[in-house]
């Protein structure tokens, strides 16, 4: 009988079935953070358990760690507790962290991937919902609460529904300045942010296939924002490229073994989904979004449309727009590049080409914060950081940052924010504040005329390309 590959990665880790019932399902790899996972441990330390597999177990300091230039000093009490429970937690369980100035600090769904520790057919779980991400290596990656969190670290397992399955084909070649970001936004502007409530997706077409990892890795991030549960991408050269010589895969003849394994991890002809879905891109203009939340978007050269119902009509107060107002020159306070959507180092070079021999627009704050310190590190050997300080924005360090506003980095009450992150909520980066979610070089464009703009017109001026800045 042919699957599909979410069905086969799905069945492989089956550990108990029986009807009327979920899954026995067992997890490979367990990413923790600071946040979700005090409660797991002590609930652990109080029934005397210890951790199924340490070696499935990573953990890092990401939402509450503070990105300022001297971050060892935390201001925020809670904050700072919740950093060293896990450092002490990490210490008593015998689990590996990545703390801050390790080299490999940062973003959880940045570091997984860049070392290696997110490979094709992997099960892999964190408390976080954008733990979607890993999918991009075609793995099964999903987020869950703090109890499941427990479950996971004492058993290895955790009972989980069978899902449904859709399929996602975006058809069509991409234009010039068109990102991944614009794509599943797109998606979600079509399908609703429930539009995918109890399934896992395959994303797939020719603009996917000759995507590169960051841009597959945006896509999947942002799977939950429509409700799926997960979102992944049939593994193939070019992941396998991305993954060769990384700190954690195999290697020699293990890695060949590897390769052939990870290369069968795709969907067979004719194989059935339960739903299907074709978003045209060929004539896909930059997104952005103008409500609170991600489905509630126009593309850069439409207006903030009808409010057609409650909701549409509260997220135009809350935003303070109007039906018919232009997207396009809309005035912003603060511009955010970063999270675990767009933190990788090609979002900083695509970004850093919009500031290169240009100025942030006076009033504007602008944060550029690397999802790890790798990615950090590089940045600043190519020269990228300068780019970013010349023109008037502050690089800084790796975290979670102003995505979602638990520690220092906030948009304050009533400013406006053109964000790369992903997620656009009431108060999300702060209370009473305005969120405006774009790409990179979207955000970027905003920061230098002050103002939702057109990357295009800029890149149109100035020559520039998608060709990455070297130092």
């Not at 000093?73 to 689990?95: M, P, V, W, Y």
């Not at 180092?345 to 695509?350: A, F, G, M, T, V």
Request: aromatic share 6%.
């Amino acid at each position: 009988m042919s699957q599909n590959i979410i069905q086969k990665i799905w069945d492989a880790h089956v550990v108990k079935s029986k009807d009327g019932y979920p899954d026995v399902f067992a997890i490979d790899l367990h990413l923790i953070h600071e946040v979700t996972s005090p409660q797991a441990f002590s609930a652990l330390k109080e029934r005397g358990l210890s951790i199924h597999d340490r070696g499935r177990c990573v953990a890092t300091v990401d939402h509450n760690v503070s990105t300022a230039k001297n971050r060892q000093i935390i201001t925020d009490a809670a904050s700072l507790h919740q950093i060293n429970t896990l450092r002490k937690n990490c210490e008593d369980f015998g689990i590996k962290l990545f703390d801050v100035d390790s080299g490999n600090q940062g973003i959880v769904h940045v570091i997984g991937p860049e070392l290696g520790l997110t490979q094709p057919g992997m099960t892999i779980v964190c408390g976080d919902s954008h733990t979607s991400t890993h999918g991009a290596f075609g793995a099964i990656g999903f987020g869950i609460g703090t109890t499941e969190v427990g479950h996971v670290m004492a058993t290895g397992c955790i009972l989980q529904e069978t899902p449904k399955t859709m399929k996602v084909e975006f058809s069509g070649d991409v234009g010039d300045s068109i990102t991944a970001k614009d794509m599943i936004l797109r998606l979600i502007q079509e399908i609703g942010v429930g539009g995918a409530k109890g399934y896992v997706i395959e994303y797939c077409g020719e603009s996917v296939r000759t995507m590169p990892m960051d841009g597959r890795m945006t896509i999947c991030n942002m799977s939950i924002e429509c409700g799926a549960r997960a979102g992944l991408i049939a593994p193939d050269d070019i992941t396998f490229e991305y993954m060769r010589d990384r700190k954690c895969v195999p290697r020699g003849m293990k890695w060949r073994e590897a390769v052939e394994y990870w290369s069968s991890l795709r969907s067979d002809e004719g194989c059935r989904y339960d739903r299907e879905v074709i978003i045209d891109v060929s004539d896909l203009a930059p997104m952005v979004t103008w409500g609170f939340n991600p489905g509630q978007s126009v593309n850069i050269g439409e207006n903030v449309p009808e409010a057609c119902d409650e909701s549409s009509k509260k997220a135009l107060e809350y935003v303070q727009l109007n039906s018919g107002d232009a997207i396009e020159g809309i005035p912003v306070d603060y511009v955010f590049i970063g999270s675990c959507t767009n933190a990788r180092i090609s979002d900083l070079r695509e970004a850093a080409g919009i500031f290169k021999n240009r100025k942030v627009a006076d009033g504007v704050c602008v944060y550029v914060v690397p999802g790890s310190e790798s990615v950090r590190d590089i940045a600043i050997y190519e020269g990228l950081d300068r780019i970013f300080e010349e023109a008037g924005a502050e690089f800084r360090n790796p975290g979670c940052s102003m995505c979602l506003a638990m520690n220092d980095d906030k948009v304050p009450e009533g400013k406006r924010c053109a964000s790369t992150s992903n997620r656009n909520f009431v108060g999300r980066q702060g209370k009473g504040s305005i969120t405006h979610l774009m790409s990179p070089i979207m955000a970027a464009a905003a920061a230098v005329t002050g103002k939702i703009t057109d990357v295009r017109k800029l890149r149109s001026v100035s020559g520039a390309t998608d060709k990455p800045i070297n130092k």
